[in-house]
Structures are given as C-alpha cells and as structure tokens.
C-alpha cells in the first residue's frame, strides 16, 4: 500500500514483481493512474481514489511554490493530505480485507497499521526514506539541513508528529470502525516502537548507512528497481543518441514548477553555454525543447536511458537518485522540496555530483558551470562508475522475503 507521486510508486512495482516470483501473490494498492506500471508484472492492482498529479495542479496544489521553506512546505503538505486522506480509506480498508499481509509504505503506514490491527493482520513497513529520527543527520523532509547530533533527533520526531497529523481524523475513524479502542497518535506510535514494528528501507546502505542509533527491526535492505515490462529505447531516442555524443538528460519527474517554459529555457540555455546535447524529460512540470542538439521524451524507463548519459541532471527524488547511481553517471540535482534536498547532498558527499542547485535558485551561469564540472571532471564519473557498479550487486528483494517469511 502506497500513496503519492510516481515516485512514491515505481520502486514497488519492481518489489512486488520479486514478491510474485518467489511465490507471493502480490497486490499493489495505489492512485488509479498508476495501474499501467504493473501491467505484465504477475502484480494484481487495487485502485485508490485521488489524482495526484491532478490534485497538485489545483490551486490548492500551486499554493505550495509560495512556500519556499521545507517547514513551510510540510505544513501546507500536511493541510492538503488531511484533507484528503480519508478518501483513501474505504479502499484501503477493502483492499486489506482481502489479504493475508500488509507491506505498508510511509505515506499511509499510521492508517494502514490501524486497518492491519483491526483486522488482525501482520505489517511491515516498506519505507522509500530514513524517517525515523536519528542523531545523525537532520529530517529527511526538511531537506539537508543538519541541527546537529541531539537536536537532529529532537527535530526528527517534531517532524513525526507533524506527519502523523494528516491522520489524525482518519485512524480514530478507522479504529473505531474495526472495533479497535481510542487512542491518541502519540501513544500509538510510541507502542509500535515498543514492539519493535519491523520496517524495511528501500535504498542502499552504501548511499544512506544505517544509522546506529536505529532500534533492532528498522533495517536498510537495499534498492527495489521499479518493474519495466518493456525496457528497449524507443527508435527516436535511439536515433538522438546515434547522431551525436552523449547528451545530458534532464527531468524533474513528478516535480511542478511555477513557469515551466522558463525553466526549460534556462535548461537549455545552460546546456549549450557548456557544448551539451540534451534529452528533456517532460514530467509533470511540463518541461519542453524544440531544436536538433535538444530531444523532449516523455516517459522512458530509466534503466535503458541513464546508461547512455554523460550526466542525469533531476530533481533528486529517491527513485531518480536511485536510478542515476545504479547507471553509473554523475548527476547535477536541482531538489525542489522535502527529501530531495537530503538526497541531493548525499550525492554531492559521494562524489558523484559537483554541487545541488535547488530550482528556485538556479541560474543559467551556475547550472552550466555545474555541468561543466560534472561531465568534465573525470572524478565524478569514476566516483559514480565505482559506486553504480557496486549497488548494482546488491540484493535489496532478499532482506524483504526474510522479513515476510518472519511474519508468519
């Protein structure tokens, strides 16, 4: 069960997809227009209600570019989640009445533990990002920041209890439906640390250690690559790459920006000041480029693309990170908001980026100078060579077989 944007989704396709080969029989229960990434996966699907893509193009959605901060950011986030959340749950509830287990990812875990006890079934967490607090570095969804060993921790569990407002009319809802007693979140939540609820994270340990100040049952298992049932490059990119030196790719995924010709302008400025060809994803922010050095795609599996990069410039999602390290390429993140900041650094602290340049800051000058340095400091490129070769030898689909065989 998930919930969110695609890359909220994708890396689950792949997940479930390993799930049903070892025997499993999987259902994937997310926003309906997600239904085509499992297509030929052996993954049943369960659709919820609500267009992400739809809900962050209204004028409640284009309310969050006014928010420049990742506190100010998270606060709107979480108004708009509340509200909508328990639309979510009828489904949720349906969709878990018909299993034996739930593998619940951070955005609905608070809901979907309350429907998993309720109706007396185990869960595991199957979390996309380190949220638990940690003294060792700051918030995940607050970006890069670091507020320093203790306080790191503090703030990791203010920004917790800020999470677990989006769920604070739809669990008692839930519990009391399931014939489950009241409680309050916080008492919640501290009786799942108690009992050591089992969380498994999606990344590599190579990319985010395990912090060692995690209690036992919250465990790093590795990357979980999405499902492509078609990974081939389609003849026109294929002929793009054929005619010319390796391009740089550059999308912001599921990200929006408040004027997406102008980025895209700025792109492709930044590009050919650095001698540059281009392939323009276009996303949801719309991004675009017409001319014979500039190739505009839509959706393309990502593992057949990055391979033939001499840079991935994005907006450091986790699943975009994810991507660009497995192939190998050095990267120039542009985060927009929340995690991808984090990501953004971890990047830049393994070599395999020169710098992060957050969007709402980015220039023609400093992105082509990034650019520069990024395919033409073979640092990075043999930085990033040595740590995709690396993760992609890593298992992250064994950890996760454990930890369902261990549910019973």
């Known amino acids: 069960m ?14 479930g997809h390993g799930l049903h080969r070892a025997g499993h029989d999987v259902t994937l229960v997310t926003h309906t227009r997600f239904e085509p990434l499992v297509a030929g996966s052996g ?18 959605g284009s309310a969050l570019h006014r928010s420049t901060t990742g506190a100010g950011k998270l606060v709107r986030v979480v108004s708009m989640a509340r ?10 509830v349906a969709a878990a009445r018909a299993s034996d287990v739930l593998l619940l990812a951070g955005a609905v875990a608070p809901l979907g533990v ?6 007396r079934l185990p869960s595991l967490g199957v979390y996309l990002q380190p949220l638990a607090p940690t003294v060792e570095f700051g918030p995940p969804l607050l970006g890069d920041r670091s507020f320093g060993g203790p306080a790191n921790r503090l703030v990791g569990h203010g920004v917790t209890l800020a999470v677990e407002q989006v769920f604070s009319s739809a669990v008692p809802a839930v519990r009391a439906r399931l014939g489950l007693p009241a409680a309050r979140p916080g008492a919640l939540r501290r009786e799942r640390e108690r009992r050591g609820w089992p969380v498994q994270h999606g990344f590599s340990p190579l990319v985010v250690p395990r ?29 793009f790459l054929d005619a010319g030196p390796p391009p740089v790719f550059v999308g912001l995924g599921s990200a929006t920006v408040p004027d997406a010709r102008r980025t895209s ?38 593992s057949a693309l990055f391979p033939h990069m001499a840079a991935v410039v994005h907006h450091a999602g986790a699943g975009t990170t994810a991507a660009g390290l497995r192939a190998g390429v050095p990267a120039v993140p542009l985060p927009v908001q929340f995690d991808e900041g984090f990501w953004a650094s971890r990047l830049v602290a393994l070599g395999v980026a020169p710098c992060a340049l957050p969007v709402r800051r980015v220039t023609t000058d400093s992105l082509a100078a990034a650019l520069a340095r990024a395919v033409g400091d073979p640092v990075h490129r043999a930085r990033a060579e040595a740590l995709g070769a690396r993760i992609r030898a890593e298992d992250g689909l064994g950890p996760v077989l454990a930890a369902v065989g261990r549910l019973g």
Request: glycine share 12%.
């Open 2 to 15: 998930t919930a969110g944007s695609r890359g909220d989704v994708a890396p689950f396709t792949g997940l």
């Open 43 to 60: 993954v049943r699907f369960h659709p919820l209600p609500i267009d992400p893509q739809a809900e962050l193009r209204s004028p409640r």
């Open 83 to 92: 509200a909508l959340v328990g639309r979510m749950t009828e489904d949720l």
């Open 114 to 119: 309350a429907v998993a006890e309720g109706l």
């Open 211 to 239: 912090p060692r100040d995690w209690r036992p049952g919250l465990d790093v298992a590795g990357y979980w690559w999405p499902y492509d049932a078609d990974p081939r490059l389609p003849e026109e990119v294929r002929a």
């Open 265 to 302: 302008e700025l792109v492709v400025a930044a590009l050919r000041r650095a001698g540059l060809r281009g392939v323009i994803q276009r996303g949801w922010g719309g991004l675009s480029a017409d001319a014979d050095d500039m190739l505009t795609v839509g959706e393309v599996a990502h």
